[in-house]
């Protein structure tokens, strides 16, 4: 296995487990420990984990892998959440989503909803998107019109950010907003790591009549750096069944549809 692979892999493992033993790792990529540790310094150097005695964990706070390393996170859960998702949107919507890989899943579900369609064959849904791997995924289905917004793609996320994505996103209207996060509490709302994220966030939340966050149950009673919107501008929490009655009481609490999928 080549340096590449075994970091892509390492990475993996990381944003599944959270942390990563040398011996356990080595097992599992059949090479040998010395390997993993050099692999895991190197990494540790481009703050991608931190190291420790006998392996490394994820920055507790700041840990932000590239879209790339998360696909394989809690992919099962995250396809539900995207099929819930979808079933909330009705025809004629116009959809605002932002980047994610729960978002992703929620677009490809809203894509393949054959009764979205117009009775033309034209688009029967609207999606304003300021994430370039979902505009290019959904541009060559015909039933979906794309609007993606201006800006400075952000590489961990696919994200356009800045003035020429917020001066897009406060011309629009959305019926729906679904935004995925890095973590939603019940005192401090939904958050993201990133804070140039959350602003634009902030704002495609803002911009709609419904506000949906997606989050698997990693993501609640956490917090991340930047705040997108207090739990009051949330209308629905859209997790998975690994999220307890215990867990998501706060949010129902708080008058949030909650949909476990």
């Not at 949330?234 to 997790?239: M, N, R, S, Y």
């Amino acid at each position: 296995m080549k340096r590449p692979e075994r970091w892509n892999a390492l990475l993996e493992l990381l944003a599944r487990d959270g942390r990563i033993e040398v011996d356990e790792a080595a097992a599992e990529l059949t090479v040998s420990a010395a390997t993993i540790r050099r692999d895991l310094d190197e990494l540790a150097q481009q703050q991608m984990l931190t190291r420790t005695r006998g392996g490394a964990v994820a920055h507790n706070l700041s840990y932000d892998l590239p879209l790339r390393y998360k696909t394989a996170r809690r992919a099962p859960e995250k396809q539900r959440i995207g099929a819930a998702v979808a079933r909330l949107v009705e025809p004629g919507s116009i959809v605002g989503l932002n980047g994610g890989t729960t978002t992703t899943e929620a677009a490809r579900a809203i894509a393949t909803r054959g009764e979205l369609t117009a009775s033309d064959g034209g688009p029967g849904v609207t999606i304003v998107t300021n994430a370039l791997n979902i505009a290019s995924e959904l541009a060559v289905r015909p039933q979906v019109k794309i609007v993606l917004t201006g800006g400075v793609a952000r590489p961990q996320s696919f994200e356009l950010m800045g003035p020429l994505a917020t001066g897009v996103l406060a011309e629009v209207s959305l019926d729906l907003a679904v935004l995925g996060v890095d973590a939603l509490d019940a005192a401090q709302g939904a958050t993201a790591h990133h804070e140039g994220e959350a602003s634009i966030n902030h704002l495609m939340a803002a911009r709609a009549a419904r506000v949906a966050v997606v989050a698997d149950s990693s993501k609640l009673g956490r917090r991340a750096f930047a705040r997108i919107c207090p739990l009051d501008t949330i209308d629905v929490l859209v997790t998975d069944t690994g999220a307890d009655d215990e867990r998501i009481a706060p949010y129902a609490e708080a008058g949030v549809e909650v949909i476990r999928a």
